[in-house]
Nanobody, 115 residues
Framework: EVQVVESGGGLVQPGASLRLSCAAS????????MDWVRQAPGKGPEWVAR???????YYLDSLKGRFTISRDNAENTLYLQMTSLKPEDTAVYYC?????????WGQGTQVTVSS
């Protein structure tokens, strides 16, 4: 069974850093594109970052330089390192992958940036 489980969210002050994790099972993280998507309160989903199966990374322009997507093939885990967090980064962060018309989302992890 394919599953992705996010963790690492929390309540932090502006300027802090967090690292989100997405533990995968039922597939290998290095074999497929994987994305981070976030949804802020009252807003629609917003794509954040992608790592393709070749390891190339892509970012929402406004987040370049603050967020870094990476993976650990041995741990079969995708990460999102977030730095210099701002209140507008507050959202539920989801790990998303898919293939052959199937899309898999995790349950999400809440990130709240507030003083």
């Amino acid at each position: 069974e394919v599953q992705v489980v996010e963790s690492g969210g929390g309540l932090v002050q502006p300027g802090a850093s967090l690292r989100l994790s997405c533990a995968a099972s039922g597939f290998t993280v290095g074999s497929y594109e994987m994305d981070w998507v976030r949804q802020a309160p009252g807003k629609g989903p917003e794509w954040v970052a992608r790592m393709d199966n070749g390891g190339k990374t892509y970012y929402l322009d406004s987040l370049k330089g603050r967020f870094t997507i990476s993976r650990d093939n041995a741990e079969n885990t995708l990460y999102l390192q977030m730095t210099s967090l701002k209140p507008e980064d507050t959202a539920v962060y989801y790990c998303v992958t898919g293939w052959a018309l199937h899309v898999f989302w995790g349950q999400g992890t809440q990130v709240t940036v507030s003083s």
